[in-house]
């Protein structure tokens, strides 16, 4: 076992990252971002009901849609999917 050398403590002289001052580009980068650009896809599969048979020409029952892209898939065509997290989770009623 090797011991302590000293207990001085190296002290910081700059609070800058790497020798760099971000704060005058605080906030900046995300110019061109809209909502629609973080939006999450989910796919839905449209029934009979469904509010895009009416608004969306060409759509039927049975397809799937995107809708983060607004398109359209025949559904018997499907998609193509690989499950990459599975997560569990178990609720506890008090």
Not at 41 to 63: C, R
Not at 75 to 80: E, I, L, P, S, Y
Request: proline share 5%; glycine share 12%; with cysteine.
């Amino acid at each position: 076992m090797t011991k302590a050398k000293g207990t001085a403590v190296a002290s910081a002289n700059s609070t800058d990252v790497a020798g760099f001052d971000y704060g005058d580009r605080a906030g900046s980068g995300y110019e061109g971002v809209s909502g629609e650009d973080l939006s999450v896809p989910f796919l839905k599969i449209l029934q009979a009901n469904s509010p895009e048979t009416d608004e969306v020409p060409g759509a039927q029952s049975g397809m799937l849609f995107n809708t983060v892209t607004k398109k359209m898939t025949p559904g018997a065509k499907g998609v193509g999917f690989i499950p990459c997290h599975c997560e569990f989770s178990y609720i506890e009623w008090v």
